[in-house]
């Protein structure tokens, strides 16, 4: 949820505010990356970050659409978004990196499976040749 703040003499800004579910959600998260970083400096410089977020299959779909979506061939398109799910990414401040600013690419892939599940990679950018035509 978000409102729009209108400091005096300022430029209006959003506020974000999550729900008690996401910001539950979002300490879990923390608190994993915590013991995955087993107190490791905060990575400064860029990172690329990739997610993996597994959805459950629905049990009321027909045995047929389940196997079809197990090997892939139904993909998602339901909720959570898919830059929902890289929002998750926030609780990793202060813990994985100084500041989510230093994301400079991301990958959000959504699938199918019988459990739900979420995977994050974070990996350290090199220096590299510039894309696009640079």
């Known amino acids: 949820m978000a ?3 209108w400091p005096r003499g300022g430029k209006p800004f959003a506020q974000m505010h999550l729900d008690g579910k996401t910001t539950q959600y979002m300490r879990a998260l923390a608190k994993i990356a915590r013991v995955a970083m087993c107190a490791k400096p905060l990575l400064a410089g860029p990172v690329a970050i990739g997610i993996l977020a597994t959805l459950k299959i629905p049990k009321s779909w027909p045995q047929r659409e389940q196997a079809d979506a ?5 993909i998602p398109t339901c909720k ?3 830059d929902n799910i890289g929002k998750m990414c ?3 401040k202060g813990v994985v990196w100084v500041d989510d600013a230093n994301v400079a690419q991301a990958t959000v892939i959504k699938q199918y499976g019988l459990e739900p599940s979420l995977r994050i990679e974070v990996f350290r950018l090199l220096p590299r040749a510039p894309l696009f035509g640079r």
Not at 70 to 74: S, V
């Open 3 to 5: 409102r729009v703040i």
């Open 70 to 74: 197990l090997a892939g061939i139904i």
């Open 80 to 82: 959570p978004d898919w």
């Open 90 to 92: 926030d609780a990793f």
